[in-house]
């Protein structure tokens, strides 16, 4: 199946800082791509749809100035959480549909990113 | 609204025993819907999904899944679970018109030796 990457997958930093989490479609291209969140034992929340060459679309809840998305190209998105807090701490997952024909294909899936804030 | 409900949190089975995790939707017209496995610190890694056609859906792993349009339900099989199959399953169902995927809760299957 198709490769999606996060880096890094795994980072700490202190309270107040920003984090910039990339996801990459490896071999092949995605036009949208998703940005989730997972607390502990708990489900994923989708946080925002990111568009190629446009502005990111956020789930009704989720401050936009405060996770910032940019899909600069058809194979990366950036997450960037900016002033992070404690509460910030999360798994982070991104997924992209690859460009195919049908749109019913599955989404492939980054490994996640695990931030902690301190 | 579409949504769908996985109503156990977890499910213990005996290796070699077969294994059912259920999943129920809610949506409006043909449902598209998905199951995922996520293993522990790991992204989700799809099984199988259902589109159109056959309802017994086979998938990766031994999975599989049987669509119900009566009961809209959509419950994850496997004829002889593995230790190795623990892990966090989630159901998922697509938007119309969008690549969207709305998750159920997921439910933890811990298989025993």
């Known amino acids: 199946g198709a490769v999606v990457s996060q880096h890094p997958s795994w980072v700490i930093c202190k309270s107040g800082t920003s984090v910039k989490i990339e996801c990459r479609s490896l071999?092949?291209?995605?036009?949208?791509m998703f940005w989730y969140r997972q607390f502990p034992k708990q489900s994923l929340m989708l946080m925002a749809t990111?568009?190629?060459?446009?502005?990111?679309?956020?789930e009704q809840g989720v401050e936009k100035d405060k996770f910032l998305i940019n899909h600069a190209s058809l194979t990366l998105s950036t997450l960037t959480v900016t002033s992070a807090h404690p509460e910030d701490s999360s798994f982070y997952i991104c997924?992209?549909?690859?460009?195919?024909?049908?749109?019913?294909?599955?989404?492939?899936f980054g490994p996640g990113t695990r931030l902690t804030v301190l | 609204a579409q949504s769908v409900a996985q109503p156990e949190d977890q499910v213990n089975v005996a290796e070699g025993n077969p294994l059912t995790v259920k999943c129920t939707y809610s949506?409006?017209?043909?449902?598209?819907l998905f199951w995922y496995v996520q293993y522990p610190n790991r992204g989700l890694q799809f099984l199988l999904k259902?589109?159109?056609?056959?309802?017994l859906v086979k998938g990766s792993y031994g999975f599989e899944a049987e669509f119900n349009k009566s009961q809209t339900s959509f419950h994850l099989k496997k004829p002889s679970a593995l230790v190795s199959d623990s892990a966090l399953y989630f159901c998922?169902?697509?938007?119309?018109?969008?690549?969207?995927?709305?998750f159920g809760t997921g439910t933890r299957l811990q298989v025993f030796p």
């Open positions: 997924s992209a549909p690859p460009q195919r024909v049908t749109s019913y294909n599955e989404q492939f």
């Open positions: 071999d092949f291209q995605a036009t949208t």
């Open positions: 990111s568009n190629e060459g446009s502005k990111a679309t956020y």
């Open positions: 949506v409006s017209g043909n449902p598209y």
């Open positions: 259902y589109i159109t056609g056959d309802n």
């Open positions: 998922a169902v697509r938007g119309h018109n969008t690549d969207k995927l709305i």
